[in-house]
C-alpha cells in the first residue's frame, strides 16, 4: 500500500472557481504523463515547475485545459513524486480527471494519506502532521495561528528541550542502579530532585495553559441565560447582525438552543441562545429548559439577561444559580423601557465580570454587551490572552498530563529517597509519553486513527 500511488481531490467538491487534484507515489508522473498533452511532460520536467496544457479522456477527447505542477521527491509535501492538476472547478470535471487517473492505475486516497505518507518520510512530525487538520478546521485568526505555530515546530521543540533535560537526569538514575562504585555520591537525590522540578515546572506550566488554548483552539463557548421574554434571542439577533432567532411577543418562543459565532480579538465567540428558564408548561418546552440547563453549566462564560424594565424575581435568581463558578456578564436589557428597580445583579461578586444595559431591538443596542464579552476575555483565557498558543489534539493534552504525573512521581521519589529503579521506571514513562506526542514509539494503529480523522485529499 504504501508503494502504491494515490489520487484525490485536493479542494472542496463541487462548483468552485478552480479544483486541484493530487496525485502522490512512484508512478505520479507517469500517470500524468499518460493524459496530459502539453509542450513539456511531466515526466521529464524538473522538480517544481507549472506545466500548461490539456487533460485528455480515453478516447483522447479533452476534458479541460490544465495546469499541472510538478514536485519531485524528495522535494515535496509527501516526501515523494507528486503531482497537482489545476481544473476548472465543477463536480463533472473533477470526477473525470480523477476517472482517468484510477483507470491509469492510481489508488483512491484515503482520508488523510498525504500528510500520513509526509508523516512517514519525515517530512513532518507527528505533532506537526496532527496540526495540519487543526490548520484546516481554524475558524478564527487566534486558532489559525495557533495551528501555524504548531506546524512550524513549536510543540516539537518544547519536546525536545524538556529531553534535554529528561535524557541526561535519566542516564544519571540508571548509571545509579548500574554502576552503584563508579557514580558515588557527586549528586545526592535532592540535587537530582532540583533538576527533575525544572521539568515538573515547565510541564505543569504547558499543561495549565492547555483550557486556554483549547478555547481559542475550539471557540469561547458563551450562553444568553434568563428567564423568558427578557431578550435573549433580540441580542442574539443584535450580536449577529441578523435575524439568527425568532423573535416574538409570546414568552416561551425559544425552545431550543440556537447557535451562532461571533469573532472578537480573533477569538470565536460561540454564542448560544437558550430556552427561558421557568416551569416547563409541556414536554417539548422541558427538552428545552434542559438543554439550556445544560448550556448554561458548560459554557466558558455566561451572559444572564435580566429585564431592566422590571424587579429581579425568583426566576432570575434562579438562572443566576446554574452560574456558579464561570465568568458572568449581566446584560439589564430593555434599558429604554423604563428604570426599573436599580438593585444588584444576583450573580456572587467573585463571578461578576461585568454589567452593561442594552437595548436589543436597536441597531446599536448590544455594542455594550460585545465590548463586556471583549473584556471578560482574559477572564476566560486567564493570562494568555495575547499570547500565541499552539494548537493540541486531546491525544497531546493526555500525553502531556501523563508526562507530568510521572515526573512529578519522579521528583518525589528522590526528594524521599526512594528506590532508583521506580525513579528510572517513572521518568522512563515521561519519556515515552512525551515521545509518542512527536511520534517517537507510537502505536501503529494510533497513527492510523489518528490520519482517519483528516479530510480525503489533505
Known amino acids: 500500500m504504501a508503494n502504491d500511488t494515490i489520487v484525490a481531490l485536493a479542494t472542496a467538491p463541487g462548483e468552485s ?3 486541484i487534484t493530487r496525485l502522490s507515489g512512484p508512478r505520479a508522473l507517469a500517470i500524468a504523463a499518460a493524459r496530459f498533452r502539453g509542450r513539456v511532460s511531466p515526466e521529464t520536467s524538473p522538480s517544481h515547475r507549472i506545466l500548461f496544457g490539456s487533460f485528455l479522456a480515453g478516447d483522447g477527447a479533452p476534458i479541460d485545459t490544465v495546469l499541472l505542477s510538478v514536485f519531485r521527491d524528495p522535494h515535496s509535501y509527501t516526501g515523494e513524486d507528486v503531482v497537482e492538476i489545476s481544473s476548472h472547478g465543477g463536480v463533472a470535471i ?27 518520510n519525515g517530512k513532518l512530525d507527528l505533532a506537526q502532521a496532527e496540526s495540519v487538520a487543526a490548520l484546516v478546521r481554524a475558524r478564527s485568526e487566534r486558532s489559525l495561528r495557533a495551528a501555524r505555530s504548531a506546524l512550524g515546530g513549536s ?45 515538573t515546572a515547565t ?15 475550539e471557540g469561547v463557548r458563551a450562553a444568553l441565560v434568563g428567564r423568558p421574554n427578557v431578550g435573549k434571542s433580540s441580542l442574539l439577533n443584535a450580536l449577529v447582525g441578523y435575524d439568527r432567532a425568532i423573535v416574538t411577543e409570546t414568552p416561551g418562543t425559544t425552545r431550543d438552543t440556537v447557535e451562532e459565532s461571533i469573532w ?64 458572568v456578564v449581566v446584560a439589564w436589557n430593555k434599558a429604554d423601557l423604563g428604570a426599573g428597580a436599580r438593585e444588584r445583579a444576583p450573580v456572587a461578586p467573585s463571578s461578576l465580570v461585568a454589567e452593561v444595559e442594552t437595548i436589543a431591538v436597536r441597531e446599536d443596542g448590544a455594542e455594550t454587551l460585545r465590548g463586556a ?38 521528583e518525589a521519589g528522590l526528594r524521599a529517597n526512594e528506590s532508583y529503579d521506580l525513579i528510572a521506571v517513572d521518568l522512563a514513562d515521561a519519556r515515552r509519553a512525551l515521545g509518542e506526542i512527536v511520534g517517537r514509539g507510537v502505536d501503529q494503529d494510533v497513527v492510523a486513527a489518528i490520519f482517519s480523522r483528516f479530510c480525503i485529499g489533505k
Open 264 to 327: 472578537i480579538d480573533g477569538v470565536e465567540i460561540r454564542l448560544a441562545d437558550t430556552a427561558g428558564l421557568r416551569a416547563p408548561t409541556d414536554r417539548v418546552e422541558r427538552f428545552g429548559v434542559e438543554r439550556s440547563e445544560r448550556a448554561a453549566r458548560e459554557c466558558d462564560v455566561a451572559v444572564l439577561v435580566l429585564d431592566r424594565s422590571s424587579t429581579v424575581g425568583d426566576a432570575d435568581r434562579e438562572a443566576a444559580a446554574l452560574l456558579e463558578d464561570r465568568p
Open 155 to 199: 510543540l516539537s521543540r518544547k519536546i525536545a528541550a524538556i529531553d534535554g533535560v529528561l535524557v541526561p537526569l535519566l542516564a544519571e538514575v540508571e548509571a545509579r542502579i548500574d554502576f552503584p562504585v563508579d557514580v558515588g555520591e557527586a549528586l545526592d537525590g535532592e540535587t537530582l530532585a532540583g533538576r527533575c522540578a525544572e521539568m
Open 373 to 410: 464579552l471583549q473584556y471578560a476575555l482574559p477572564r476566560v483565557l486567564g493570562d494568555h490572552v495575547g499570547e500565541e498558543l499552539a494548537s493540541t489534539s486531546a491525544r497531546q493534552e493526555a500525553l502531556l498530563a501523563e508526562a507530568l504525573a510521572a515526573v512529578e512521581r519522579a
Open 203 to 217: 510541564l505543569r506550566g504547558w499543561v495549565e495553559r492547555l483550557p486556554a488554548a483549547r478555547r481559542v483552539q
Open 17 to 19: 472557481a478552480v479544483a
Open 94 to 120: 473533477s470526477r473525470a480527471i480523477l476517472d482517468a487517473l484510477v483507470s491509469e492505475g492510481a489508488r483512491p486516497a484515503r482520508p488523510g494519506e498525504f500528510t500520513e505518507r509526509a508523516y512517514r
